[in-house]
């Protein structure tokens, strides 16, 4: 399936596959390699949720709530291949908002290579708190043991390691929590 997303962008879902995974159940894969910075595949945002107090605990699993662009709060479905991205501790992956065509990217974090599994942090971007602690499963030398869905209970080792990935609708809406956190090295903080 490849799609067209705000013009000439191609959503690009034959970049990845998705089959069995170490981490959880399904992963989404790399059928080719990917350098820092490359384009993974563009997020399909086009299937909002209605009514998210309406949702099981299973349907919640594959919702995405984002900032989008316009600094509005949405919640989508996720498609695959997205919804199969696993979390890790140690990502190779983020998602960067083009602000003109307002389509959110899947880019590199770091170098992957074909057959890697592509992952990403579900803190990075989020705000909001989980119901539940889940068991972190990623394998990584820095596994927190626990993912934590909202990026400002995060240690503060990695609110400062993820700060150039969050995505600019996000740091706009959340611009004085994120100064709360003097995370910078002007500060002087650890």
């Known amino acids: 399936m490849r799609r067209m997303l705000g013009g000439d962008l191609e959503r690009k879902s034959g970049n990845l596959s998705v089959r069995g995974s170490r981490i959880h159940g399904q992963g989404a894969f790399a059928e080719r390699p ?3 910075g490359d384009v993974i595949l563009g997020i399909d945002d086009s299937d909002p949720v209605a009514d998210r107090s309406k949702l099981t605990p299973q349907q919640s699993i594959f919702i995405d709530v984002f900032v989008a662009a316009d600094g509005s709060e949405k919640t989508t ?3 695959s291949p997205e919804k199969f991205i696993n979390h890790s501790c140690e990502p190779n992956a983020y998602v960067l908002t083009d602000m003109r065509s307002g ?7 770091k ?3 074909r057959g ?4 990403w942090d579900y803190a990075i971007n989020i705000w909001e708190e989980w119901i539940g602690p889940v068991s972190c499963r990623c ?3 820095t596994c927190r043991r626990i993912v934590q869905g909202n990026y400002f209970t995060l240690p503060r080792e990695f609110q400062r390691r993820y700060l150039p990935l969050l995505d600019e609708p996000f740091m706009r809406r959340f611009a004085k929590e994120i100064e709360s956190l003097h ?3 002007e500060h002087g903080t650890a």
């Open 139 to 141: 394998g990584s030398e």
């Open 116 to 119: 890697d599994e592509i992952t």
């Open 183 to 185: 995370l910078t090295a």
């Open 34 to 36: 990917f350098a820092q």
């Open 111 to 113: 170098t992957v290579a």
């Open 77 to 79: 479905w996720m498609k």
């Open 103 to 109: 389509v959110r990217w899947i880019r590199a974090v």
